[in-house]
C-alpha cells in the first residue's frame, strides 16, 4: 500500500511540474497545447527513469507509445487501404475508388518520429493520407521505412529512396494510374528531413531528375551540425519539442554512443576541418531579422569530440549542407515552419537559402505554432491547428500538383 501510495505522490507531483512549466503568451489553445506538452515531458522524463534503472532504452517507451496509436488499413466506400510491400520494405497504400477522367496525382508521405519512432500507421497519419486521397483524388503511398538505433543512418534513407524509385517506374506508375508529372514528397519534421534529402538526391540524378513536381516539408528538421540556433535557445524546454529530448533521440541515429549525445548538448560535436559547413547554417546569413532578436552567432568550437562520425558531415543527414548548385534544381516547394517550435530556424534558413537560388517557394509561417501541430488531431489532444494547417497544406497541393 505504501509503495503504491509513494507512486501516486510521485505522479501528482511529476504532473503538477509539468502541467505549470511556463507556455509562451500568445500560444494557440494554450490549455491542449499543455495537456500535449505534460504528456510529453512525463514520456521523457519516464523514458529516462526506465533507462537509468535498466528496464528499456530511452527511446523504447517512445517507440511503445506510438505503436499504440497504429491503425489497420481499414477501406471504405471512397479510398482502398492496402498495406503491401515494395520488394521488402512495408509501404501502406491509399487508392480512390471514385473514377477519374485523367491519371491522378501521388504524393508519397514520409513520417516523423526523430528517426526512432513512429510509422504511417499511426492514427494521425493515416488521418491525414485518407483525407489527402480523398480530396485530391490522389493515389498516397506511406513508406514504414527502418527506424534507429537498430538501423542507423542512412538506413531510413535507403528505404525511402528504394520505395519513391520502384513507385516511379513506369509500370507500376500505369497500374495505379498514376500521372508521372504529378507527383509531390511529403515529410513532417525528420520525414521532412527525409523528403529534403530525397528530391536533392533525385533531382541531381540524371536518371530521375525532374521527375518529382513538388516537395512539402512541414516543420522539418534540416540539419545536426548547429545545436545552439535562436530557436534552440528559445524552446529549449519546449513546448511539445525539448532540445535535450530532440537531441537524445535524433543521435540514436547517428550512433548510440553516449560521448556523441553529450558533446552534441554542448554543441561541441562536429570535427576538425568541418567549419566550412557552417557557412550552409550560418543563421546570422539566413535567419530573417525578425527571429535573430539579441541572439549573437558565435563560431563553433570543433574537434573536441573523439571517435568518428562520419554521418555529422553527409548532406544525407543535414539537407541543408547541400551546395547552391545542389538546391538551385530543386523542384516546387511548400514549406511549414511554426513560431514556438524548437526547430523553426531550420527551416526559416531552408527558406532563405532556397529562394535565393531561384527555386519557387511557398512559405508557410504559422505565428501561434506549435511542432507537430498536423499529429494532434486525436485524442487525448485535438487541436484546431492542427486541422487549419492540414487543410492550408492540401489547398497548397489542389493549387499546385
Known amino acids: 500500500m505504501g509503495y503504491k501510495t509513494l507512486c501516486f505522490g510521485f505522479s501528482c507531483i511529476l504532473f503538477a511540474y509539468c502541467v505549470y512549466s511556463p507556455l509562451p503568451e500568445n500560444i494557440e489553445e494554450p490549455w491542449r497545447v499543455r495537456l ?4 510529453i515531458k512525463m514520456t521523457s522524463l519516464l523514458a529516462t527513469l526506465f533507462e537509468n534503472i535498466g528496464l528499456m532504452k530511452y527511446e523504447g517507451l517512445f517507440s511503445i507509445i506510438a505503436k499504440m496509436h497504429f491503425t489497420k488499413p481499414v477501406s471504405d466506400e471512397n479510398i482502398t487501404v492496402i498495406d503491401t510491400n515494395f520488394s521488402d520494405i512495408p509501404v501502406r497504400l491509399y487508392l480512390p475508388r471514385r473514377k477519374s477522367e485523367r491519371q491522378r496525382p501521388a504524393v508519397i508521405f514520409i513520417h516523423g518520429g526523430a528517426f526512432v519512432s513512429g510509422s504511417c500507421k499511426v492514427s ?34 535507403e528505404d525511402c529512396i ?9 509500370k507500376v506508375l500505369a497500374e495505379y494510374g498514376v500521372d508521372a508529372t504529378r507527383i509531390c514528397i511529403m515529410g513532417d519534421s525528420s520525414g521532412g528531413t527525409l523528403a ?7 533531382q541531381n540524378d540524371p536518371e530521375y531528375k525532374d521527375r518529382i513536381k513538388a516537395q512539402a516539408l512541414i516543420y522539418p528538421g534540416l540539419q545536426l551540425i548547429d545545436t545552439l540556433l535562436p530557436s534552440h535557445r528559445e524552446y529549449k524546454h519546449g513546448p511539445i519539442l ?76 543535414s539537407p541543408s549542407l547541400a551546395s547552391d548548385s545542389q538546391l538551385q534544381s530543386l523542384p516546387l ?5 511554426c513560431e514556438h517550435d524548437l526547430i523553426r530556424d531550420d527551416g526559416l534558413m531552408y527558406v532563405t537559402r532556397l529562394r535565393n537560388v531561384g527555386v519557387q517557394v511557398t512559405h508557410d509561417h504559422i505565428e501561434k505554432g506549435i511542432h507537430g501541430a498536423m499529429s494532434f488531431t486525436r485524442a487525448p489532444v485535438f487541436l484546431q491547428l492542427g486541422l487549419r494547417m492540414r487543410d492550408r497544406y492540401i489547398s497548397w497541393l489542389e493549387e499546385n500538383l
Open 36 to 39: 500535449a506538452d505534460t504528456l
Open 124 to 157: 494521425a497519419y493515416d488521418d491525414l493520407n485518407r483525407w489527402t486521397a480523398n480530396k485530391l483524388n490522389a493515389v498516397v503511398v506511406g513508406i514504414d521505412y527502418r527506424l534507429a538505433p537498430q538501423y542507423p543512418f542512412p538506413a531510413a534513407l
Open 162 to 170: 528504394f520505395v519513391i524509385k520502384f513507385f516511379l517506374q513506369d
Open 196 to 202: 529534403a534529402t530525397v528530391v536533392q538526391l533525385l
Open 242 to 317: 525539448s532540445r535535450e529530448m530532440l537531441i537524445k533521440l535524433v543521435c540514436l541515429y547517428v550512433s548510440e554512443d553516449k560521448a556523441l549525445l553529450q558533446a552534441a548538448l554542448r554543441n561541441e560535436h562536429m570535427p576538425e576541418g568541418s567549419r566550412h559547413l557552417f557557412k550552409f547554417v550560418n543563421w546570422s546569413d539566413f535567419l530573417p531579422e525578425k527571429f535573430k532578436k539579441n541572439h549573437v552567432y558565435t563560431e563553433p568550437i570543433l574537434g573536441k569530440l573523439n571517435g568518428s562520425y562520419p554521418a555529422l558531415v553527409d548532406s544525407r543527414m
Open 333 to 337: 516547394t511548400y514549406i511549414v515552419t
